[in-house]
């Protein structure tokens, strides 16, 4: 049972361009969302964060939106760079960190 | 303020034999969390720990897996009799508290059963 869904496993775009990552949640309680990124053989780097109080949230060139009803949430990267290259994902911390399956993004120079 | 400390970063252990993993978590912290990425998998939530309990292991196998976060020293997950299917990176994360706020993870131990 998959709480937390990425349905795009890999997303690429030119570098300066916008990438717009995705995730969906089943479970309505969730109230804390957080995105980390992933390059190959290191752990998990904190991105941004969102709590269900509010819809966006802004630290400099990444911006995450919530939007409730939908039980969605997307993370916004421009403009996108090359070492923005990683595997991205999505969780909601409800007392653990409830991993979506990562979204592989490629941002070609 | 250091992060969260993983050791070894690497670990080769034959068939039968027994894995430890550890954990340090950032200063102040006294939640830790457990998650194992398999080849070409993402990642899966094994445990999660505060200081000398163990607050929700639904993700840990039922048979040689363990867990420990004691009062003092590092958290240990502990393998035992490790099987091929075993070979993973195993993550450890840790937070301040509970539930909203921010985890940080450590650099992974990769282990590989030959």
């Known amino acids: 049972d998959q709480q937390v869904k990425q349905n795009s496993p890999s997303l690429s775009v030119q570098e300066g361009r916008i990438s717009i990552l995705n995730c969906d949640y089943t479970?309505?309680?969730?109230?804390?969302f957080l995105w980390y990124k992933k390059y190959p053989a290191e752990g998990p780097t904190f991105l941004i964060s969102?709590?269900?109080?509010?819809d966006k949230n802004e630290d400099g060139r990444f911006t995450v939106f919530l939007n409730k009803s939908a039980k969605h949430l997307s993370l916004h990267i421009v403009p996108s760079q090359p070492g923005d290259s990683a595997v991205y994902f999505c969780?909601?911390?409800?007392?653990?960190?409830?991993f979506g399956q990562g979204t592989t993004l490629q941002v070609k120079p | 303020n250091a992060g969260v400390m993983q050791n070894p970063r690497h670990l080769v252990r034959r068939r039968g034999q027994e894995a430890r993993l550890r954990c340090s978590p950032m200063?102040?912290?006294?939640?830790v969390y457990w998650y194992r990425q398999l080849p070409e998998e993402g990642l899966k939530f094994m445990v999660y720990?505060?200081?000398?309990?163990?607050?929700?292991e639904s993700g840990m196998p039922k048979e040689r897996f363990s867990a420990e976060f004691p009062k003092e020293g590092p958290s240990i997950l502990r393998i035992q009799q490790v099987v091929r299917g075993d070979s993973a990176a195993y993550f450890c994360?840790?937070?301040?508290?509970?539930?909203?706020?921010?985890?940080?993870f450590g650099q992974g131990t990769r282990l590989t059963v030959v």
């Open positions: 994360a840790s937070s301040p508290g509970w539930g909203n706020t921010e985890a940080f």
């Open positions: 479970n309505s309680m969730f109230d804390y």
């Open positions: 969102i709590s269900s109080i509010k």
């Open positions: 969780t909601s911390n409800t007392g653990k960190l409830i």
């Open positions: 200063k102040g912290h006294s939640h």
């Open positions: 720990l505060q200081k000398e309990n163990i607050i929700d």
